[in-house]
Antibody, heavy 120, light 109 residues
Framework: QVQLVESGGGLVKPGGSLRLSCEAS????????MIWIRQAPGKGPEWVAY????????YYADPVRGRSSISRDNAENLLYLDINSLRPEDTALYYC?????????????WGQGTLVTVSS | SYVLSQPPSVSVAPGETARIPCGGD??????VHWYQQRPGQAPVLVIF???DRPSGIPGRFSGSNSDNTATLTISGVEAGDEADYFC????????????FGGGTKLTVL
């Protein structure tokens, strides 16, 4: 079955950097768009970045554009999110999810998330 | 940017029908998807393409989409349905590619 396992979260000081990872299994990873979603405490989900199966297309949400980078290693079934210049408002649970891409894409499978806390 | 509006909360008694609206400008022209998030858990897809159910989701869950409102309907509500529910569209005409509603907390009385 589809499994997504995130890692790499932790406590980071403002201005710091972090690399989040998502290990995928149970499906042909390279055939799917993948997305990072975050959810601040008590808030709804917010998309962060997503990437096509070939990694040729990448998109970023305004709050992280210019200070984040999404990438993937299709040989190892791994998805990454690098974020720098971290701010307190980046504090959230970060999920990776598999995208069913098409006319009206949706997130068919989510991981359990990794917590990022930005605080001095 | 495209906005999806949901009421913060909906309450129903066990066995009753819960209807959770998701409002958006001409939302009927978009595909709407719904996620259930129980406390402390990751979101789970319960409805996709307005009214389709993933395997494993009970038939009590259904969806519709018309004019300016999409609706998630849960029939015969059970205690285990108490959760937050989010609607979502994938908007490609603006930079806000993935749009979520603010979420509705379903309380089973």
């Amino acid at each position: 079955q589809v499994q997504l396992v995130e890692s790499g979260g932790g406590l980071v000081k403002p201005g710091g950097s972090l690399r989040l990872s998502c290990e995928a299994s149970g499906f042909t990873f390279s055939e799917y768009y993948m997305i990072w979603i975050r959810q601040a405490p008590g808030k709804g989900p917010e998309w962060v970045a997503y990437i096509s199966g070939s990694a040729k297309s990448k998109y970023y949400a305004d709050p992280v554009r210019g200070r984040s980078s999404i990438s993937r290693d299709n040989a190892e079934n791994l998805l990454y999110l690098d974020i720098n210049s971290l701010r307190p408002e980046d504090t959230a649970l970060y999920y990776c999810a598999r995208v069913k891409h098409g006319s009206g894409s949706y997130l068919g499978h989510w991981g359990q998330g990794t917590l990022v806390t930005v605080s001095s | 940017s495209y906005v999806l509006s949901q009421p913060p909360s909906v309450s129903v008694a066990p066995g009753e029908t819960a209807r959770i609206p998701c409002g958006g400008d001409n939302i009927a022209t978009k595909s709407v998807h719904w996620y259930q998030q129980r406390p402390g858990q990751a979101p789970v897809l319960v409805i996709f393409y307005d009214s389709d159910r993933p395997s494993g989701i009970p038939g009590r869950f259904s969806g519709s989409n018309s004019d300016n409102t999409a609706t998630l309907t849960i029939s015969g509500v059970e205690a285990g349905d108490e959760a937050d529910y989010f609607c979502q569209v994938w908007e490609t005409t603006t930079d806000h590619h993935v749009v979520f509603g603010g979420g509705t907390k379903l309380t089973v009385l």
